[in-house]
């Protein structure tokens, strides 16, 4: 063959090659849809699905206002009155989903939190009182039944919320400012979200689906019409949605609900027994860490499941299961998810070699709280106090070690109140007497001593108070 129709049968090859790299993306034709059903794209065939799920959440409470004019002796001369408590009902609005046909709801726990009455109203207007089966402060949710009926109800499928990624389309469903039902749709922002300070369980679904007032409680639903999550709370400066929402995984409602179901009157949650610190970067650093990531053990209790299985301060938790963690707030989810028996594989780094544990699922010891409101005239007056155990040590994220008398309510304008003691407060002094259990400490607030020295802990810090009078 000549020179010249090699060298043309070349170029012509070349050229083939290229256009065949790049008809995919740089050939495609703009055509008008060639029938209706091109053109139609639709989220209406989920939406129809799982909207008969999702309900509204009327709650209602009365509350005790004083109207101050009755407290001037000569008001109460001229126009009489008891004292000015007037009887005041105060209404939240909430979103709920149907998670059993039975009737089983669930919602945020803020949504029903002191009310007196709680009402359902359906998708299809129908309403029914509901009785509170469960609620858990620590997730925000709570668990309602339906009163009254023996109906089978819609009721949403949990989805693994695991298996989400970050840019998965999701739905929100819920009664935003109450006008009704509504549908938002958006993606995953992100996830394992842990800094956003709302429950204890911090590991949230993020979306830019928008929430607003009256969605709390909601579905956060996939494209596969599966619950992914339950919307919580917004990050707003304006009060509106602005396209940062955060709803708790359907893996950690699954747990509420299960507790509900079983009969409980509280949510049933393994202990570990340890208190996790997060890593820093000069932590990660001594560590001979690539980044600062784990939960490293700052101490451990005697006789926990932690323990037991060896793990001692200074060790660093890197995976529940398989399942990498970040932070301490990333090991609470986790190890919160798992039911309670059996055992849990914990991924440990020590020394620099990584090993894994296996440890038991088990619920804290509640030990003998011994509750009671101080009564005696001293500052701590109209405190609720309780003896510190290992089960009330978790739920209220104290040191696993102390040793004292927790402070668990504060009486609206008792002596406690003004004198500044806080819920949270772990009373380890008073007088310079040790304090191990509630009885020590009502016996010390019955003295009747005109100086009080109070040494007390306070979010992981000693303070001493001393109060006159």
Known sequence: MPLHRRLIAVVAAIVAAVTSFVSPTLAQERRLPNSANELRMSYAPIVQRVAPAVVNVYAAKTVQNRNPLFEDPLFRRFFGGPGGMQPQQQRSLGSGVIVDSAGLIVTNNHVIEGADEVKVSLADKREFEAEVV?????????????????????ALDFGNSDELQVGDVVLALGNPFGVGQTVTHGIVSALARTQVGITDYQFFIQTDAAINPGNSGGALVDLSGKLAGINTAIFSRSGGSQGIGFAIPANMVRVVVASAKGGGSAVQRPWLGARLQPVTPEIAESMGLKRPAGALVASVTA?????????????????????????????????????????????????????????????????????????????????????????????LKLDPGVQGVVVLDIAAGSSAQQFGFQPGDVVLAVNNEKIEKTQDLDRVTKTGSRVWRFNILRGGQQISAVFSG
């Not at 469960?134 to 819609?154: I, N």
């Not at 990333?330 to 849990?344: E, H, L």
């Open 303 to 395: 006789g926990s499941p932690a323990a037991k299985v060896g793990l001692k301060a200074g060790d660093l938790i890197v995976s529940v299961d398989g399942q990498a963690v970040d932070d301490p707030s990333a090991f609470d989810y986790r190890f919160a998810t798992k039911p309670v028996g059996g055992t849990s594989q914990l991924g440990v780094l020590r020394a620099g070699k990584e090993t894994n544990v296996a440890v038991a699922l088990q619920t804290a010891p509640e030990g003998l709280r011994d509750e009671m409101v101080l009564q005696s005239r001293s500052p701590l007056q109209g405190a609720k106090i309780a003896n510190i155990g290992p089960a009330l040590a978790e739920q």
């Open 134 to 154: 469960l609620k858990d402060s620590r997730t925000d949710l709570a668990v309602l039944r339906l009163k009254g009926t023996r109906e089978r109800f819609p």
